[in-house]
Nanobody, 121 residues
Framework: QVQLVESGGGLVQPGGSLRLSCAAS????????MEWYRQAPGKQRELVAA???????NYADSVKGRFTISRDNAKNTVYLQMNSLKPDDTAVYYC???????????????WGQGTQVTVSS
């Protein structure tokens, strides 16, 4: 069974940095796009950053120049380096990925359980 497990969230002061990690585990044949979303209280979930299997990236305008998404294909892991954090970045951050398990070789969309990021002084 495929699982995505995030880590690295926490409390940080404005202007600080955090690095989120999300590791995919299970019997995995392949992984296409990997993405980070976030959801703040009372708001809809939004796409923060995405990275293709080839390393192409996309970012929400609100995080461009501050956040960097990367992946380690050998470890089936995606990262989100967050710098110059602002209180508006406070949210639960979720990773998601398009994964094909060996059970059927078909790509399915999986979600992690989420990790809280709080930016506050």
């Amino acid at each position: 069974q495929v699982q995505l497990v995030e880590s690295g969230g926490g409390l940080v002061q404005p202007g600080g940095s955090l690095r989120l990690s999300c590791a995919a585990s299970g019997s995995i044949f392949g992984i296409n796009d990997m993405e980070w979303y976030r959801q703040a209280p009372g708001k809809q979930r939004e796409l923060v950053a995405a990275i293709s299997s080839g390393g192409g990236t996309n970012y929400a305008d609100s995080v461009k120049g501050r956040f960097t998404i990367s992946r380690d294909n050998a470890k089936n892991t995606v990262y989100l380096q967050m710098n110059s954090l602002k209180p508006d970045d406070t949210a639960v951050y979720y990773c998601a990925a398009d994964i094909a398990p060996y059970s059927d070789y078909r790509y399915h969309y999986y979600w992690g359980q989420g990790t809280q990021v709080t930016v506050s002084s």
